[in-house]
Structures are given as C-alpha cells and as structure tokens.
C-alpha cells in the first residue's frame, strides 16, 4: 500500500519505509528508525525529528569515526561518507541525545558551552535552547525528571554528544 502524507507522525508510525521527497526529488528512502538515525542529507536531518546542525571542518579520519572541529568545539561521529581532511561538514546532533552540567568547572577543551535562553516545560520533557558562547544556538530535550542541573534562563551549561549519536552529512547547496 502507498500512503501519501504530509503528516510525519502518521508516516513514521505506518510505514515499513519512508520516501521524503524535496521540490519533487527523492532524497532518501528507509525504515523509519533509519531516517532518523543516519538521515543520507541534512533537509532529511532536519525535516525527520529535531536537529542541531552545526558547520565544521573534518580534522582527522580513524576507521569509521571521524574529528571534526567547529567554531564552538571539537566533535566526533559516525561519518556517513568518507570525508578527506579539512572537508566541510554539517555536524547533526539531535536534542534528546545532549548530555547536560553544570558549566562552572568547564574548561575551553573543545566542549560546547553557553547559557540558557529559555525553557519550554511541556509535561514530561523539558526543551531549552541554549545560546553557545562563540554564536550558535542548539536545542536540547530531556526528561523533566532528569538528572543534572535544573534548566532555567541565564544558567551557564556544558553540553556533549557521545560520539555514535554524532553525525557528520555534507553541507546542502
């Protein structure tokens, strides 16, 4: 059966697999979880679930991860294509994956660091957006029960990704 929606929930929970169509291209064909979870481009990274797109520049390759370092930090991935060095990337980091301290023991080692914009408290998950001291803004969710710091305005945090929830996709024309 084919079923033509605009609706991503219905899509997501229906289908065996996924068409997502761009200005009448295909981008990517999958299961559900793959879409989500190795989107092939960035508009599919972002159009399936929430996304943090970050740009950086790829510093090194070791087997299937790779290095790559943006204005805010240092982040390694999975690679979804084998980059060569100093490749532009998108970097994908996906809200609910974000690992949250408090920011007043972090060092400039490369981590992502910034202040609390504001908080959204919709029931059982929290969703803060959090200005990064060198210019970017990321979303990131979690349970509102989680451990670590309360998410409140103006609260200076330390953000990471573990390096398989990172991917790496090739910056869009």
Known sequence: MVLVT???????????????????????????????????????????????????????????????????????????????????????????AAALSDASGATDDGGLVGAVQDVADPGPIERARVRLDRGDTVTVTRPRRAKGPRLREGLRIALSWPPHEARFLAPEL
């Not at 064909?29 to 399936?48: H, K, M, N, Q």
Request: charged residues 20%; without cysteine.
């Open 6 to 96: 605009h609706d991503q929930d219905e899509a997501m929970d229906l289908s065996d697999r996924v068409a997502v169509m761009r200005a009448g291209r295909l981008q990517q064909v999958a299961a559900p979880r793959e879409l989500y979870e190795s989107p092939a481009t960035a508009f599919v990274a972002g159009f399936v679930g929430e996304s943090n797109l970050l740009a950086g520049a790829v510093a090194s390759v070791e087997g299937e991860l790779a290095v790559v370092r943006m204005r805010e930090a240092i982040a390694s991935g999975r690679r979804v294509a084998p980059p060569a060095w100093a490749t532009p990337v998108l970097v994908l980091l996906r809200p609910a």
